[in-house]
């Protein structure tokens, strides 16, 4: 079972973009999954998270502008993220507990323009 995250690219301030976050594999359970960027010669940093019944949590660098939500049946896990700025710059990662083990998926590079 592997975590695969997409979605990352290239927007202009205040733009949109949505992360994928997909569980693949044999999956028979999933819990919490979060979000997680880590800026160039920045430590990585919680974006947020979310439960298997769908409460959400968020930093409050991005609450208001970024919303997580998750698929049960696709095993997938969103990251919507409107009103980009440029400190939003940073790879993103996803991570999540996946038939009772921690994985992370392998980042997505979201780069803001001003």
């Known amino acids: 079972v592997q975590l695969q995250a997409s979605g990352g690219g290239l927007v202009q301030a205040g733009g949109s973009l949505r992360l994928s976050c997909a569980a693949s594999?044999?999956?028979?359970?999933?819990?919490?999954m979060g979000w997680y960027r880590q800026a160039l010669g920045k430590q990585r940093e919680l974006v947020g998270t979310?439960?298997?019944?769908?409460?959400?949590k968020y930093a409050d660098s991005v609450r208001g502008r970024f919303t997580i939500s998750r698929d049960n049946a696709k095993n997938t896990v969103y990251l919507q993220m409107n009103s980009l700025k440029p400190d939003d710059t940073a790879v993103y990662y996803c991570?999540?507990?996946?038939?009772?083990?921690?994985?992370w998926g392998q980042g997505t590079l979201v780069t803001v323009s001003s």
């Open positions: 991570d999540g507990v996946i038939n009772r083990i921690h994985l």
């Open positions: 594999g044999s999956v028979f359970s999933t819990n919490d």
């Open positions: 979310i439960t298997a019944g769908g409460s959400t």
